[in-house]
């Protein structure tokens, strides 16, 4: 399915809060507490969005939690409900993310990916990160180690967005 059809990525504001808390506890099994949230509304370094349903219950599908700071930027979250995963969603938001971290100056996109989930990694390759290291015990449940990847920013990311901001 087109993602540019099933979803709309806007800026994440105060009354998505309680939805995207519910699709972190759906998909992380250390999901963030309800206050992480609230600080990313007016973090200053803070990219944000969600994807929202083109309907006019304007459902939350998923989101992405990233920091711009200087020439380099974070994905901290991203995630899509169960029910919408393998749609293109993600695709969306990441390319949203990584064009909008381009355009404000990172040269760099840089992810943490728990060693265990196949599936995030196998996503992120197909988006051109690439695996730069291990943080060993990165993860406090399971003391799982992360796979830190990266890639460049900007435009060159396969799909397009469809972004309001």
Known sequence: ???????TVVPYAAEHLEDVGLIDRQCF??????RSFIEELNAPCACNYVAVSPDAATTIMGY???RIIADECTINRL???????RRGIAT????????????????????????????ALCFYERHGFSQIGTRSSYYQIGHED??????????????KSSTQE
Do not use: Y
Not at 29 to 34: M, V, Y
Not at 146 to 159: C, D, K, V, Y
């Open 29 to 34: 099994i250390d999901p963030w507490l309800k």
């Open 146 to 159: 992360a796979i830190l990847m990266s890639r460049a920013t900007g435009t060159e990311n396969p799909g």
């Open 79 to 85: 995630a899509v409900h169960p029910d919408f995963q």
């Open 1 to 7: 399915m087109n993602a540019q059809r099933s979803c």
């Open 64 to 66: 992405c939690m990233a």
């Open 92 to 119: 969306n938001l990441l390319t949203t993310i990584l064009n909008r971290a381009g355009r404000t100056g990172a040269c760099k996109c840089f992810i943490e990916v728990r060693e265990s989930n196949s599936a």
